[in-house]
């Protein structure tokens, strides 16, 4: 069993933990064809969002689930991941996560899975998105302040001195 197990490909499946019902259907039935397949599904591990809906649809055909945690107690983990990895590297663990699948899906999600799609792609590891648009994040994040476009360096320039000024005065 553990040399089958050895050579089955891990799908990565990252997103969102607050998402909408719609990105959960989409999440669960997700996991429900990554374990037809016979391959073992990964992801964060929590009991949120993307994480407990596609490890449950994995989990309700009979596969294989592990939980890449962000806390040090394993037992965090949602009720469908069978084997729960606690790293207590909080975002950190985005790392890990990526190198250990052999393809990365990123369904619906913020930051966190923007970063896990640009580390899987730095690692040249495949990414497939369902239902995430980068260029919304990073609009999300444009409203505070907290992403900018410049054009010029002197533009640039610019958007870094309104930032201090907002921050520092």
């Given at each position: 069993?553990?040399?089958?197990?050895?050579?089955?490909?891990?799908?990565?499946?990252?997103?969102?933990?607050?998402?909408?019902?719609?990105?959960?259907?989409?999440?669960?039935?997700?996991?429900?064809?990554?374990?037809?397949?016979?391959?073992?599904?990964?992801?964060?591990?929590?009991?949120?969002?993307?994480?407990?809906?596609?490890?449950?649809?994995?989990?309700?055909?009979?596969?294989?689930?592990?939980?890449?945690?962000?806390?040090?107690?394993?037992?965090?983990?949602?009720?469908?991941?069978?084997?729960?990895?606690?790293?207590?590297?909080?975002?950190?663990?985005?790392?890990?996560n990526v190198l250990s699948s052999d393809v990365v899906v990123a369904c619906k999600?913020s930051a966190g899975t923007l970063s896990e799609i640009a580390l899987a792609l730095?690692?040249?590891?495949?990414?497939?998105?369902?239902?995430?648009?980068?260029?919304?994040?990073?609009?999300?994040?444009?409203?505070?302040?907290?992403?900018?476009?410049?054009?010029?360096?002197?533009?640039?320039?610019?958007?870094?001195?309104?930032?201090?000024?907002?921050?520092?005065?």
């Open positions: 069993m553990i040399s089958e197990i050895r050579h089955q490909p891990i799908i990565g499946v990252m997103g969102g933990a607050m998402v909408d019902k719609e990105t959960l259907e989409t999440a669960y039935q997700l996991g429900k064809m990554i374990a037809d397949k016979g391959w073992i599904l990964l992801n964060g591990g929590r009991d949120a969002g993307v994480m407990r809906a596609s490890a449950q649809g994995a989990k309700e055909r009979g596969g294989i689930t592990v939980g890449i945690l962000p806390q040090a107690d394993r037992h965090q983990a949602n009720p469908f991941i069978d084997i729960a990895l606690a790293t207590n590297m909080a975002d950190a663990r985005n790392l890990i999600g730095k690692n040249n590891k495949p990414v497939v998105t369902l239902g995430f648009e980068a260029a919304q994040v990073l609009r999300e994040f444009t409203k505070p302040g907290l992403f900018r476009i410049a054009s010029t360096p002197e533009q640039a320039i610019l958007y870094v001195e309104k930032y201090l000024h907002d921050v520092l005065y």
